[in-house]
């Protein structure tokens, strides 16, 4: 190879290199960045394996890519949601409203004992740190409510 053939090369892959990584922030997608910039794969992986700032953009370029389709994809369903779409509407509501979220019941039969003054104690203080302190329940707390059951 010729000198003057050299720094053609190293000009037209670093050209390759910047059309990947542009083509990686519109859609992270590595086989459709490749298609699109009529780069093999398997040079882009090469590329990555040789060269560690290459790789380190193409991450940064395919988190950018990320985030932009998150975008366009919640932008699209928000408008299937104001076009009536029941299913995107009931797909916002589990993904982004806990009353709507998928729920599990546990259900089964189980005995209790009555705890001695120690665990009391230790149970109350530990309430005591939460929202389930005696202060916000009233007069009894969930332990003595559920003794007395």
Partial sequence: MSA????ANQAR????????LEQLKKNPI???ACEKTQVPRATH??????DKEYAQ???LAVIEGIAL???YTESTLLSAIQSGDIGAAKFWLRSN?????NKIEVTGNFTTTELTPEQQALIEKALSFTRFSQDNL??????ESSNNK
């Fill in 13 to 20: 892959i670093k050209k390759q290199k910047e059309l990947m």
């Fill in 4 to 7: 003057k053939t050299l720094p």
């Fill in 45 to 50: 992986y090469r590329w990555c394996k040789e």
């Fill in 97 to 101: 409203h806990p009353r709507y979220r």
């Fill in 30 to 32: 590595v086989q459709v």
């Fill in 57 to 59: 953009r193409v991450e």
């Fill in 69 to 71: 389709c998150n975008d």
């Fill in 138 to 143: 009233g007069e009894q707390s969930p332990l």
